[in-house]
């Protein structure tokens, strides 16, 4: 990236984070993660379409999340379902009907077919300057693929996007995982948003950002 | 194996005279085994060959049904297409990871095949990688950073670590390249078993 102009390429994520980390440069890749049930989807999907800011071109690839209840959420927060800007690579297998907006792979072992479903949503885009890849996620993708196939796969897909100075948000739930795994796989990326509850309360820190410490800081639902 | 000495290219033309060209082209870099057809092309592939140069027009047994059987088998092999017209459909669609218009330069072939070679060894380098990682996650499990400042194991492995990012990062140029990108990833998924020991 040349560094003149760098802040203008950078992605506002508005208050999405208690940590006032109002945006991050091009071509991050920010991992989420968090216990079944604590909220990380929705983290992942408020940092896609960051509440008051304009949006962002969106792909959402999803190993087990139900396109509808993709869709209902980011028309939650105001974006429209419109094949130009937003579309869905669809991994979970499951049937559908055709949409334009929806790239179907038929399973989260196939990581070619991911891969092309990626590169054509992208075309059919126009390959915008700026896009954001949400993956949800990659606890399923390793009941799919043994766990160096899933690094590469990760890996792979990162670099392309980072490349491309797009923005990467990908969510596992560590408690399913080895914390080997877990700690392998997060070297993939350049930040990591941690979530955890505490006696009920939930918290977050954020780790991999300068100037952001990574302390844990209440983040109620 | 890596990208730039001992891979084995198949060449598969029912155009003897083609085939014979490329390997005059070829051989002083890479070792190869030729087809002159669909079938014997089926024939001929084995674990030793690491990119496939197809002819997409042959009788009998074309192209395509060559490489359709090549995914049906899981053969973890690279193959670029040969075709007398530049390509009217995507490649990326149509399950190649490269494509040859006839008639072609010993540069443009030698471009090629270093190049499928070359996002082979992509995707070699970052199972290499992941499994470095591996091994220094379990060489820090439960000691302390000064145990592992004084572990020379240790120290190599983070070494290794450095310059194999370093790598990467530089490999990683290339998928910004749709075809290529999808090839990287097509070479993660027909992988071997055997190939990762790191």
Redo the contacts between chains.
Sequence with gaps: MAEGDARADRYPLDDTLPVGLGDIGPGMNILVSGPPMSGKRQLVFDLLAPEGTSADPIVVMTTDDPVLRIRTQFEDRGVRFDPTTFRIVDATGAPGDTDPAVHRVSSPA???G???AF??AV?EMATPDRLRLGFVSISTLLQYVD???A???L???S??T???GYLGVYSIDPTTHED?FV??VT?IFDAAVEIRDQDGDRELRVRGISGVPPEWTPFPY | MTASEGATVLIVDDDREVVRTYRRYLEGTYTIHEAYDGESALDELDEDVDVVLLDRMMPGTSGEAVLEHIHDRGYDVRVAMVTAVDPDFDI??MGFDDYVTKPTTREELLRVVEGLLALDQ??VD??E???L??KA??LR?GKSTYELDENPAYADLEARISDLERT?DAE??Q??D?SR??A???A??T?SRED?DG
């Design positions: 196939d990581l070619t991911m891969g092309v590169t054509q075309d766990a160096e196939r690094f590469s796969f890996h792979v897909l670099r392309r980072s490349a491309a080997r700690n392998v070297s | 990326v669609d992509h995707a970052v199972r990688y992941h499994s990682l591996v996650a379990a499990d990467l990683a140029e998928l910004i749709d990108f999808v990287t990833l097509r993660i998924d992988a990762i």
